[in-house]
């Protein structure tokens, strides 16, 4: 192998690369849709190929940079100048949790599960589904939330209230099933579960979309969307 013609075609490589990224623009990792992660891959693996085969050559390496990037330009051009392109090209948000409702057929629609929700939710520092009035799940796979009014950030500090301790909500009815591990740690059974759902006009846990155990020990409980 040419040493030489491998660092005449990774400079090639880096310097192709830097301007194509200048011509695109710049996007943090969490903002790439789904085209452009693929995208990367797709060019990382094409300059690869280049660099390490001898029968391409440098000209061949610029050129694939090139067709590209005029490919990239040209796919947002279009998404640009015809919005309908949009949605079916690169995907449109999802309304997960609707006005404090959980939308079950938009969870499943994208391979969500309860413990993946939850976990988006903890990113944005929000440790109960209850706080939330609206979750949209966006095109790049992050989570954009809305909290209910009663919960926006206002620190104890703020009100002069004494602290506190904190302890984790815990999921207890999911998707009509209850969990049994939450009742537990709770030392409760399912007789009280059910009187605490009749008390706030539910039939039983079959009838429940999702409930967890808040912070203050109270259950909170959100109903589906139904379309």
Known sequence: MDYGLIFIKLVAGFIGLWAMTRLLGKKEITALTPFDFISAVILGDLVGETIYEKEHSVPMLIFTLGVWTLLSILFEKVTLKFPKLRKPLEGEPEILIRDGKIDFRKLHKNNLDFDQLRMMLRAKDTFSVSEVAYAIYETNGSLSILKKSQFESVTRGDMELPERG??????????????????????????????????????GP????????????????????SH
Do not use: C, F, N
Request: proline fraction near 2%; avoid cysteine.
């Open 166 to 203: 904190v302890t984790l909500p815990m999921s207890i009815i999911e998707d009509g099933i209850i969990q049994h591990s939450t009742l537990k740690a709770l030392s409760r059974d399912e007789a009280w579960l059910t009187g605490e759902l009749h008390k706030q006009g539910y039939a």
């Open 206 to 225: 079959k009838a429940v979309a999702y409930a967890e155990i808040t912070e203050e020990g109270e259950l909170a409980v959100l109903s589906s969307v």
